[in-house]
């Protein structure tokens, strides 16, 4: 692995767009992913993107990844108060192990 | 239609106490995992069966023992109890890890407060 960095907070207005960063260590990366925590509940996988791809969309969700670089982002247009939470950036690598970030706690403000 | 349980959801015990957290996944998966999230919300894995054998153990003290009895279910039980195991502890579980996404689905998670 193993080492995933996220900035802590992040705080946008209703409406505006979000962008979570994320970069990781292990170029042998397979697939990485997004998780969602919200208050005193369990992690929600959001998404997750294939270290071969350079950008995946799911709805108000994009990811993008750079491989060269080791930057993951992940921006969620139209930011709703629900979207407030931690979000968790992981890495796979290797067989059945996920490294995770910090977590990213995003407030939306009205 | 709980996809991942854990119980009890809240444990509040006293050091040297020896507690057990159960977990449970109707998933079907093959694997299962056992996380640690301590205050500032860090996540580290802990422990990871596949099909009831070990196949992760991480630097944790052998105070915590994980036990599978099938791979629906695993269990953590913690002897002797110290102030420094008050965590979030979450459970998950994966469909395996060969070449598929190996996505992990989470529990709710057990707050232990250890006094």
């Known amino acids: 692995g193993e080492d995933v960095e996220q900035s802590l907070f992040l705080s946008v207005r209703e409406g505006d767009s979000s962008v979570i960063n994320c970069t990781y260590t292990d170029s042998s990366s397979t697939y990485l992913y997004w998780y969602k925590q919200e208050p005193g509940a369990g992690l929600q996988l959001l998404t997750y993107i294939f270290s071969n791809m350079d950008m995946k969309q799911d709805q108000r969700l994009t990811v993008l990844l750079n491989k060269k670089d080791k930057h993951l982002s992940l921006r969620i247009a139209d930011t709703q108060t629900g979207d407030s939470a931690i979000y968790f950036c992981?890495?796979?690598?290797?067989?059945?192990?996920?490294?995770f970030g910090a977590g990213t706690t995003v407030t939306v403000r009205a | 239609d709980t996809a991942v349980s854990q119980t009890p959801k809240y444990l509040v015990t006293q050091m040297g106490n020896d507690k057990s957290i159960k977990c449970e996944q109707n998933l079907g998966h093959d694997t299962m995992y056992w996380y640690k999230q301590d205050s500032k919300k860090f996540l580290k894995i802990m422990f990871s069966?596949?099909?009831?054998?070990?196949?992760i153990n991480e630097t944790v003290p052998n105070r915590f023992s994980p036990k599978s009895p099938d791979k629906a279910h695993l269990n953590l039980h913690i002897n002797s109890l110290e102030l420094g195991d008050s965590a979030v502890y979450f459970c998950a579980s994966s469909q395996d890890s060969g070449t598929n996404t190996d996505t992990q689905y989470f529990g709710p998670g057990t707050r232990l407060t250890v006094l």
């Open positions: 069966y596949n099909n009831k054998e070990l196949i």
């Open positions: 992981a890495e796979r690598w290797g067989d059945y192990k996920l490294s």
